[in-house]
């Protein structure tokens, strides 16, 4: 049986356990050495035209079997799952279930990005740092901004990036960026060369900055598009970092076949990123043949650290992304760097809760042009605190509506279980989130999702909602509500994007910069164009606390540095519960739970776990009363 006709069943099945046997995992390596291809300094490039040319005559991705095959399967997820109005108990917010409000962001600096060159969707990213520098690319240009100037520096576009590198295809697209905090510096990679090229080349370009200076000079590198050298070419690259090396996953594709055939796998290049910044050879390990129960894994998203970068292994994550409906989610760890000579691909498959599916196309108001939301694969991550947050296009099967889902995977390293969260709202349709952490705090998993958004009477535009960390959502705040309808492609489909940008400003605690997608009118024309923005978590009101006087109590010091001491007196036994939480009431630690008796008590905690700022220390009793509630502040 061809492994595409395998992918046809697989798309019926629900759960990690639906072949019978037992669940076997491949995987195989091949290592590279990749010598560098040349050099760029973005100062001295002079590209004043920005000239693109792109068919505009439908929708170009894969090759016509994938959008003949994804159109039928978003026809047969329509009769399974018919869209039905949802108007929401107050017709307004996020999703009723959402019983937990967190603090909406707030939206600091929010400009228009990367404008409309020819090219659609967007494909935007962003990478901003410690310094104040800040880049944007989409699908043809990129922009570099120094925030401090609140300037625009330099626009290039990505043929004019890449012109010192001969013999690769003048078609390139799919902009990858990253900054790496621990060494400042960098990262850019993008395609070129596709199914459509007559030359049947293609490459991965991979971009490494020498220096912080963002306008400064760049080592450029070319990787093999066809690295098993047959009949395939590389489509839709992800990229993370750790500590050491850059993971790149890229799909590969048959030339001009068959979507039962075209998907050949998806591998996953890791590389010495230290080579990069020198200029050295690249030292490379291709994982390929990644498969699990003889079925190659597809969309195979690598997951960063969400505070700062990890390692040595790394996390990686899938679903099965052709699905009508699915609760399968592969989680992937590499196990060592390179430089481990026994480094291992684990796989295990987790169960969803709730499951997920191929989106439908969204509407736009008053037009039969839909916006493409593709499949629902994994679009973006972070691991925090040995648990992973992640995002991904999907259907809301109550409504028929395209809306975001929200994975949370704990205990990675040990027994992972995943618990999701639709992120849906009345009238609305959401696609291409991604998500980035915005914590402040050692305990925080606080986060910021970014996506686009569209609705019955609500032009394309760009939003984010904050997410507390303990199962509360923030309402919907707009980056940029859409100004026109997208309309650029002939016929009734139009392209929305395939990823939007989020990253961490890994120096300012609570800060993520956001990159999406909106309708903009271009003199008579209906086109599309970039906004960006820094959000802040948001910071609720300072609670009123107030002290009981069911507990006689003492405590000191307070402020406190390093050891905390408190006495009190319990006039009767009860069920007793010590806790500290944060100020807007999220679980630090739970020092106790069980039955006292009467008399004095003496407590005393080290608070060297605690970042600087306030904090509560609570005590409950019997049915959970609170006996205690008090401001405990560490300097």
Known sequence: MKAGSILLIVMMLTGCFAFLGAQETTWSTQRYHIKPDGSVRVADITDEWLFTLRQTDGITEGNPDYRYYLSELKALSAQRFPRRQNTGKDGKGMQETNQVKAPSPVVHRNFQGNAYSGSAPNDNTLAVSNGGQLISAINTNICFYDLSLDSLMKVVTLNKFASTLAGISTHQYDPKLLYDPDQDRFILVFLAGSSADASKKTNIIVAFSKTSDMLGDWNLYTLPGNPLNDTSWTDFPSIALTRDELFITGNLLNYGTSWQTSFRQTVVWQVNKFNGYAGDSLETKLWKDIAFDNVNIRNINPIQGGEALEGLNIYLLSNRNFTLYSDSVFLLEITGNLKKQDADLKITCLKADPGYGAPPDAKQPKSN????????????????????????????????????????IKNVNSRPELKGKLITEPQMEFGYPNISYSGNSRFSQQAIIGFNHTGDSILP???????DGNGGYSERVVIKQGEELIN???????????????QRKYNEPGKVWVAGMFGIKVGLAKRLSTQIAEVMTGVPEEPVVIKSTALEATLY?????DLFAMDFTLDQAQRITIEIRSV???????FLEE???????????????????????MITGNEGKVLFLEKIIRI
């Open 461 to 467: 535009g760009v939003s984010v909602i904050a997410y």
């Open 595 to 617: 039955d006292l008796t009467p008399g004095r008590k003496s407590l005393t905690f080290s608070t060297a776990h605690l970042p600087q700022g306030t904090h509560l220390l």
């Open 584 to 590: 807007t009431g999220q679980l630090l630690h739970r």
């Open 488 to 502: 650029i492609f002939s016929g009734t489909y139009e392209r929305w994007g395939d990823y939007t940008g989020n």
């Open 369 to 408: 042009d839909k916006l493409a939301t593709n499949d629902a694969r994994v679009l973006g991550g972070f691991l925090r605190n040995n648990t992973i947050q992640f995002v991904a296009n999907t259907i809301d099967t109550t409504t028929g509506s395209a809306v975001i889902y929200h994975g949370i």
């Open 557 to 561: 010091p307070n402020p406190v540095t």
